[in-house]
């Protein structure tokens, strides 16, 4: 299985934005999803995550409040909703995933924690 993310683009300080994240060349039965982003000249970091049922989502402080994440389909389709973007949100946003019913909780924010990536979209915030 591949992960195929899109939706990035170019927007103005305070817009919205929606990215995507599908699954490609096969299907999970149940996946907890991750995204995360990498500013230039910076590390990648978490953004946000949600567990294969939904129960646990979590975001990053910076997040909080702007970012929506989501994932249905069975588990080969999510969601990160941005909004009240401000210049620092410029960074590749990547997805990730882990198949299967994984304890979610103890690895969402690190990257270890997902054995499948997307090739990451470009997300710039014109201020």
């Known amino acids: 299985v591949q992960l195929q993310a899109s939706g990035g683009g170019l927007v103005q300080a305070g817009e919205s934005l929606i990215l995507s994240c599908t699954t490609l060349?096969?299907?999970?039965?149940?996946?907890?999803w991750g995204w995360f982003r990498q500013a230039s000249g910076s590390e990648r970091e978490f953004v946000a995550g949600?567990?294969?049922?939904?129960?646990?989502?979590r975001y990053s402080d910076s997040a909080k409040g702007r970012f929506t994440v989501s994932g249905d389909n069975g588990g080969n389709l999510s969601y990160l909703r941005m909004s009240a973007l401000t210049s620092e949100d410029t960074a590749i946003y990547y997805c990730?995933?882990?198949?299967?019913?994984?304890?979610?909780?103890?690895?969402?924010?690190?990257?270890?924690?997902?054995?499948?990536w997307g090739q990451g979209t470009q997300v710039t915030v014109s201020s």
């Open positions: 990730a995933a882990r198949g299967g019913r994984s304890h979610f909780i103890t690895y969402y924010s690190s990257e270890s924690g997902y054995n499948v």
């Open positions: 949600i567990s294969w049922n939904g129960a646990i989502i």
């Open positions: 060349g096969g299907t999970f039965t149940d996946a907890s």
